[in-house]
């Protein structure tokens, strides 16, 4: 049975049961109210009577008397029926109807010779006081009266009574399955959700089962199958885990063999090569070292996915500018591209020298490569608000306005030929990692600005 079906019967069931409680007890409460007031009026109507005729008879043959003439009924209400009995249960007068014996209230007060059994109808009130006359009894009075009329005013309130429950249960209804359905509805999009998430998750064939009819029972199996695909789309990633851990390994050591082989060799034309040729080739083992090592980061990527540095310490932008430009001076002459380089001597930064050296090496080769013949491009050091500021500054035809917002990412590509798209993202990893901020001068012109802010350095700092 569907959850909505289920809350609205139980709803409506609640409110017809409670109506129901509610109407029992306002008509029994008023039976009990209307049996009292009925009560007390006839022992009141009971006590006058009964005083009246043992004003007018002072001797059970008085009283004999006045019974036959019907004393004093004219005095009580309509409805109401009197008889007299002697003290001995003998019947003086009243309506032959009601009986030729005493009721159980008047029984209580006559004295008969043999045991008289009790006249009494049960759709019938009775009361009874005796009749005195000089402190002696001479007689009992009986007053009766109908509970009819009190039955059916009764009737009518349980009548009533269900009536209103049955009204009240048919809007109950309405009230009842609108309510169901708002607090089944976001169960049921959520047994939907977790249902369409299993089925991503799904990395086999599904268990068979009788159909789930109700939304509980639906999200219940919809968990179950999304629980079990997680696991085993947890255990893939565990595969794939295994299987990058591999791939890494492999890969650094293919890559470091021949870099080794390029380090050994350099080494040995250093020792043989003429003293012109030192600088250049000191100048490859270098290098060659930094590729080395870059190629050790690059192959240990850390588990969050951002970068983080395998050496610190304290870093002169002077000199690190300097040894770029004059890497790149070649390139820039033949590319007709007049290169500056500004650096202010006394700023350091605390970082990775090599990263650093890799940050600036983008910007500067898509510098070159964006200026055309007869351009510049500048590399300038500062202290700025208490920082350091590297610029890299050409007079090419700048960042497209539609794509300033988009340069950072990855895949992102300008129009330079030779670019990958990930330049600019790397040069902005490298640059959070040292606690600073890269960003596009966007009102320089012409060309482009790539500025890099760096806290300025205080001390050899180890490897956090």
């Not at 029926?81 to 006559?110: D, H, K, Q, Y």
């Amino acid at each position: 049975m569907p959850l909505t079906l289920r809350l609205s019967l139980t709803y409506l069931l609640l409110t017809l049961v409670g109506l129901l409680l509610l109407g029992a007890g306002f008509v029994t409460l008023a039976g009990g109210y209307l049996s009292g007031q009925r009560a007390q009026s006839l022992d009141a109507q009971a006590e006058i009577y009964a005083a009246l005729i043992g004003e007018l008879a002072d001797s059970p043959q008085a009283l004999q008397g006045l019974a036959a003439g019907g004393v004093g009924r004219e005095l009580l209400p309509a409805g109401t029926a009197a008889r007299l009995f002697s003290t001995g249960g003998a019947l003086l007068s009243g309506e032959p109807a009601l009986g030729p014996f005493p009721s159980r209230p008047a029984l209580a007060l006559v004295r008969p010779a043999l045991p008289l059994p009790a006249s009494q109808a049960a759709d019938r009130s009775y009361t009874a006081r005796a009749v005195t006359s000089g402190g002696q009894t001479i007689g009992v009075v009986e007053l009766s009266r109908s509970s009819a009329e009190d039955q059916r005013l009764l009737s009518s309130l349980r009548a009533l009574t269900i009536q209103a429950a049955l009204a009240a249960g048919a809007v109950m209804a309405l009230a009842s399955l609108l309510v169901a359905r708002s607090i089944a509805s976001p169960i049921l999009r959520q047994s939907r959700r977790a249902e369409r998430l299993s089925h991503e998750f799904d990395t086999g064939p599904r268990q068979s089962g009788p159909p789930q009819r109700d939304e509980i029972g639906r999200l219940a199996a919809s968990l179950d199958a999304l629980e079990s695909g997680l696991r085993a789309y947890t255990a893939r990633i565990g595969e794939l885990e295994q299987s990058r851990t591999r791939f890494y390994r492999s890969v650094s050591h293919d890559l470091r063999t021949p870099l080794t082989a390029i380090s050994g060799t350099l080494e040995n034309l250093i020792d043989s090569a003429p003293a012109e040729q030192q600088p250049a080739l000191a100048t490859l083992d270098a290098e060659a070292r930094r590729l080395a090592r870059l190629v050790d980061d690059l192959l240990r990527p850390p588990d969050d996915g951002r970068m983080l540095l395998s050496r610190r310490a304290q870093v002169h932008l002077a000199p690190l500018a300097d040894e770029i430009c004059a890497l790149l001076a070649g390139r820039a002459h033949r590319a007709g591209v007049a290169l500056r380089c500004l650096a202010d001597d006394a700023l350091s930064v605390s970082g990775d020298r090599d990263r650093l050296k890799q940050a600036l090496l983008n910007l500067l080769d898509n510098a070159l490569r964006a200026t055309p013949p007869g351009g510049s491009v500048a590399l300038t050091v500062a202290r700025a608000d208490g920082q350091a500021q590297i610029s890299v500054a050409d007079s090419g035809p700048g960042i497209p306005a539609a794509l300033r917002a988009q340069i950072w990412e990855r895949g992102v590509r300008g129009d330079s030929p030779g670019s990958s798209g990930l330049g600019l993202a790397i040069v902005r990893e490298i640059v959070i990692a040292h606690g600073g901020e890269a960003y596009l001068d966007a009102d320089h012109r012409p060309g482009a600005r790539i500025v890099i802010e760096l806290p300025l350095g205080r001390a050899e700092e180890p490897i956090p």
